[in-house]
């Protein structure tokens, strides 16, 4: 029979029983009998104790709905895999993007027009190229300095924080008279409008002033602001939709269309070419007269500051 550890009340007792013997000169097998007795007293009641102790709690189980004690099993796994998975959804863009980069070789980065074909370093440049040829899909970065990571305090909502010097001076007088829309149904993109001028991309997107445009030559240059993936929502009713309007433009690939409305004329661009730039690089705002395209800007990896994306289309009959 397994032995248990006596309680201070048990050895109290024993104690009383040892003295109590010798007071009365018993001898000690008899003593040791009685304690034995006691002992195995003492084991039977802590064991039924126990057991209904036991009971107690299997009947308070019982007693609770099983879908609480099962709720109460599972939760603590679920709100762990929870938390992973909110981290993993914010660091996984970027994780992939660099991954992406790697396993691809990455190479030079080449810009929608290239540096040598400006005329000028300014924003408004004139291209004195006439060919228009473009660089080919999913040309990666490759930098030796490292990504430039702007002030992410910043609120880049705000077109005016995409810029510096001369390029901002601009944006804040919005040409309200001028505006046309957008669709991309590659990425669910309806009845967006665009407003020449202006600052605020939570409302609308923002084509530089001094750009061409629909429909003339050079390029319409436009800015949408962009988010994680998982947070996209283009659709008409939501009213944030402008928040994360631009978050897929990069996975365009060629041949996709994109049709611009203005003044009830309708044109068409096909996607001709995809790439990205540092955020000082603002020669993207370059125009080739000679040419008739359309540009998309957003940074790049959706939800951060690091890179621009450029996403260039160019205009077709049908």
């Not at 400006?118 to 473009?134: F, H, N, Q, Y």
């Amino acid at each position: 029979m397994p032995k248990t550890r006596p309680s201070h009340q048990q050895r109290q007792e024993l104690v009383r029983l040892y003295r109590q013997a010798l007071i009365e000169g018993v001898s000690l097998n008899k003593i040791e009998e009685k304690v034995d007795k006691l002992a195995e007293r003492f084991t039977v009641a802590d064991r039924q104790e126990i057991s209904e102790v036991r009971d107690k709690e299997k009947h308070f189980r019982r007693a609770i709905p099983r879908a609480i004690r099962l709720g109460a099993a599972v939760l603590p796994t679920v709100l762990l895999l929870l938390g992973i998975g909110l981290v993993g959804s914010a660091t996984w863009p970027i994780v992939v993007y660099y991954v992406g980069d790697f396993t691809a070789n990455a190479v030079e980065l080449k810009t929608p027009i290239p540096p040598e074909q400006v005329l000028e370093t300014s924003s408004l440049a004139l291209a004195s190229a006439s060919d228009g040829e473009e660089v080919e899909f999913g040309v990666p970065v490759e930098d030796e300095a490292g990504p430039i990571i702007l002030n992410t305090a910043l609120d880049y909502t705000d077109l005016s924080n995409w810029f510096t010097g001369d390029q901002a001076v601009g944006l804040s007088e919005q040409q309200e008279s001028i505006s046309y829309k957008i669709e991309i149904p590659k990425i669910n993109i309806y009845d967006a409008q665009v407003l020449v001028g202006g600052t605020d991309l939570s409302r609308s997107l923002i084509a530089y002033p001094g750009t061409a445009l629909p429909g003339q030559p050079g390029s319409p240059v436009i800015f949408g602001h962009s988010i994680l993936r998982q947070f996209y929502n283009p659709s008409v009713n939501n009213p944030r939709r402008y928040t994360s309007i631009f978050s897929y433009i990069m996975t365009l690939e060629k041949g996709d269309k994109i049709y611009v409305t203005q003044d009830n004329v309708r044109y068409t661009y096909v996607v001709t070419s995809k790439t990205e730039v540092k955020p000082t690089d603002t020669y993207i705002l370059s125009q080739n007269y000679d040419i008739r395209q359309l540009k998309l800007v957003t940074c790049v990896p959706e939800g951060t500051y690091l890179l621009r994306g450029v996403v260039t289309a160019q205009l077709v009959r049908e």
